[in-house]
């Protein structure tokens, strides 16, 4: 089975600030990797899949990289709006999510 | 635009069944791959089954396997969760989700449903 990492598990970061979260795979997953941010009380949404392709729709200020093991996540300038637990998702064997990451403003 | 409705959560009994219905609209259904996810309350999300469009392909998680069931019927748009011997562990909402291809991304999710396995 494939497990994900994800760091950190929380972050309070200013609005403006840019924000990077990371995701490692436990064995080379190319660059099948899926970004979802969830907000309190919601259901989850797709932000970024194939690792680096924004979904439509979704904000520019979101981005991703990185392929085999290691992958990022950005937010280029948080927003209120943002506040949210952001999910990594490997879809190399299955599927398996990232444990999140809950970003918060200061 | 795209719907996804589910709905039969509500308390089960330990070891009795239930089953989960997502109703879809908007799109050709019988094109896409359809999954159930599911967090446990204050968790992470846990993904639990993928059928494909035509329902010859199934996969499950380890943590349902021999337990919870998959289908669909295209002809209503709707895909299924038959979940047989649930425990004290399937506690969650079970969210029904779209894949964007086959086994891919999941693009359109619904609004979940809760479970509750107690006696």
């Known amino acids: 089975d494939i497990q994900m990492t994800q760091s950190p598990s929380s972050l309070s970061a200013s609005v403006g600030d840019r924000v990077t979260i990371t995701c490692q795979a436990s064995?080379?997953?190319?660059?099948?990797l899926n970004w979802y941010q969830q907000r309190p009380g919601k259901a989850p949404k797709l932000l970024i899949y194939?690792?680096?392709t924004l979904e439509r729709g979704v904000p520019s200020r979101f981005s991703g990289s990185g392929s085999g093991t290691d992958f990022t996540f950005t937010i280029s300038s948080l927003q209120p709006e943002d506040i949210a637990t952001y999910y990594c998702?490997?879809?190399?064997?299955?599927?398996?999510f990232g444990p999140g990451t809950k970003v918060d403003i200061k | 635009q795209v719907q996804l409705v589910e709905s039969g959560g509500g308390v089960v009994q330990p070891g009795r069944s239930l089953r989960l219905s997502c109703a879809a609209s908007?799109?050709?259904?019988?094109?896409?791959?359809m999954h159930w996810v599911r967090q446990a309350p204050g968790k992470g999300l846990e993904w639990v089954a993928v059928?494909?469009?035509?329902?010859?392909?199934?996969y499950y998680a380890d943590s349902v396997k021999g337990r919870f069931t998959i289908s669909r019927d295209n002809s209503k748009k709707t895909v299924y969760l038959q979940m047989n011997s649930p425990g004290v562990a399937d506690t969650a909402v079970y969210y029904c989700?779209?894949?964007?291809?086959?086994?891919?991304?999941?693009?359109?999710w619904g609004q979940g449903t809760l479970v509750t396995v107690s006696s």
């Open positions: 989700a779209k894949d964007r291809k086959q086994i891919a991304s999941l693009d359109y």
């Open positions: 908007g799109f050709t259904f019988s094109n896409y791959g």
């Open positions: 059928i494909s469009y035509d329902g010859s392909n199934k």
């Open positions: 064995q080379d997953i190319s660059n099948y």
């Open positions: 194939d690792a680096s």
């Open positions: 998702q490997q879809y190399d064997n299955l599927f398996t």
